[in-house]
């Protein structure tokens, strides 16, 4: 078994990486303040909360099964609704602990049913005002996907993401990762019996979310065990129950744990690739500097459990006269021969301050020919909710982004609808 979240908070702190680390990582919150939460809780975790509440060892098992049901297949929100557990152990529980879920400080939908959620953790203490993090639901017609974050910002500035230019960074805890879980389910009212909103898209399938993507803020790799943790807890089938064939997580490369990634999380694997040569993927991606594009390419084909059923996918943002010319597609193409491989373009999602552009969309679709007649299916990723900044790679927390704004309007004397109105165009 792991080891509880309180004690494993950000053991994994990337080490410092030669002129990419911009600020150091702060530790996550060790307890919060007065009665700690058991939501988002690993069952290591709930034991030893349990535990604590004085239960005997010879009943703990049966316990953390009942908790866990209560808090995963059910999503209570209180002690009282848990009628199998006795009244005295409810009250103690009550007395020590609580349910609650990170606070949702803003709840934006987009015109095309895109949710974002504006999450903060629960504080440390005085000094601490809670992490902020963005959590972010894209309904289809069949399927749900939430796309969670694993750390608040994200140490790598890969030059075209927004995140990359938040200055702090800390890794979130497992339970911090479950609770996005959570709280999508509860604002969704996608628990049983639960009612399900009315203001916007809602797939039609038996759960709102079905699938999970990690690809909000921050480096999974980078947050291993509690990634790992948090994804146990997710995909555990008496209680979230989502496969790991529907858990994708994304990374930018951090070839040392892309083989530990498939041993012990097992979830589908998507690399940011982005360039087809080191110089330019240096530029985009500054990690690339220590793990280059043949050695990522060798961790990929050693990726356990590949099959034409089980490819890995192949993100490529699309920048406009940077990384989008047919030789580069074609270069693309000969790279991932061999590799079972899906490629996803991303037309790349523009915010303020940035110096890229999407490429235009005659030259997405030529890029896409290329590598479609090539006997990849190519999808060009939709841009989704980015009326409301929740597209790829606009994440960034609202603190952060009032400051850049305010910065911004003072460099450049236009108002707020200005800056906001150059990302708000489809
Ligand atoms: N850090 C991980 C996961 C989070 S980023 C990673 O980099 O893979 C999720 C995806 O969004 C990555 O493929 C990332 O490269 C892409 N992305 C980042 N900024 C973007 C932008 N402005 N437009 C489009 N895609 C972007
Ligand atoms: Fe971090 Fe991924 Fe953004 Fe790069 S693209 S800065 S790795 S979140």
């Known amino acids: 078994m792991h080891a509880p979240e309180h004690s494993a908070a950000a053991t994994s702190a990337p080490a410092a990486l030669d002129g990419i680390e911009k600020a150091p990582l702060i530790t996550a919150p060790v307890q919060t303040a007065g009665r700690r939460s058991l939501a988002g809780l690993t069952r290591a975790g709930l034991a030893e ?21 209560w808090l995963y297949h059910y999503g209570a929100h209180d002690f009282s609704e848990m009628l199998n557990v006795s009244k005295h152990l409810r009250a103690k529980l009550e007395a020590l602990y609580t349910l609650d879920r990170p606070e949702v400080v803003s709840e934006q939908v987009s015109k095309d049913g895109t949710r974002k ?22 309904p289809e017609s069949d399927r749900g996907t939430l796309c969670i974050s694993s750390q608040v910002g994200c140490t790598l500035n890969c030059s ?19 609770a996005q879980l959570m709280v999508a389910r ?24 079905s699938n999970i993507v990690l690809m909000g803020m921050g480096e999974p790799l980078y947050n291993f065990e509690n990634v790992r943790d948090a994804m146990e807890v997710a995909s555990d089938g008496e209680g979230l129950s989502i496969s790991k064939r529907r858990i994708t997580l994304s990374t930018s490369g951090v070839v040392p744990e892309i083989a530990r990634a498939g041993d012990e999380i097992g979830s589908m694997l998507a690399i940011s690739l982005h360039a087809v040569r080191d110089d330019l993927r240096n530029e985009l991606v500054p990690l690339n500097k ?11 084909r050693a990726y356990p459990g590949l099959s034409n059923a089980r490819r890995i996918t192949f993100e490529y943002v699309m920048l406009d006269g940077v990384n989008d010319s047919d030789a580069d597609a074609r270069e693309l193409v000969r790279l991932l021969k061999g590799i079972p491989a899906k490629i996803n373009l991303i037309p790349f999602n523009p915010w303020p301050g940035t110096k890229y552009a999407c490429s235009d ?45 305010a910065r911004l309007m003072a460099e450049s004397g236009i108002g707020a609808e200005g800056v906001y109105g150059a990302v708000s165009d489809d």
């Open 361 to 405: 969309w005659e030259r997405i679709e030529r890029f896409s020919e290329i590598v479609f007649r090539a006997g990849y299916a190519s999808p060009v990723r939709t841009p989704r909710g980015r009326d409301i900044l929740a597209a790829c790679g606009q994440l960034k927390s609202e603190t952060e982004k009032l400051r850049a704004r």
């Open 290 to 300: 220590k793990y280059p594009i043949r050695e990522l390419l060798d961790a990929c």
């Open 49 to 69: 909360a349990l535990r604590a509440a004085e239960v005997p060892e010879r009943e703990l098992r049966m316990r953390v099964s009942q908790l866990h049901h």
């Open 117 to 138: 959620w504006l999450m903060r953790m629960p504080s440390t203490g005085p000094l601490d005002k809670g992490a902020e993090i963005e959590t972010v639901y894209i």
């Open 160 to 178: 075209f993401c927004h995140t990359g230019t938040q200055r702090l960074v800390r890794n979130l805890t497992a339970q911090e990762i479950v």
């Open 186 to 209: 509860d604002r969704l009212g996608d628990w049983p019996g639960a009612e399900r909103p009315t203001d916007g898209l809602i797939p039609d399938a038996e759960r709102a979310v």
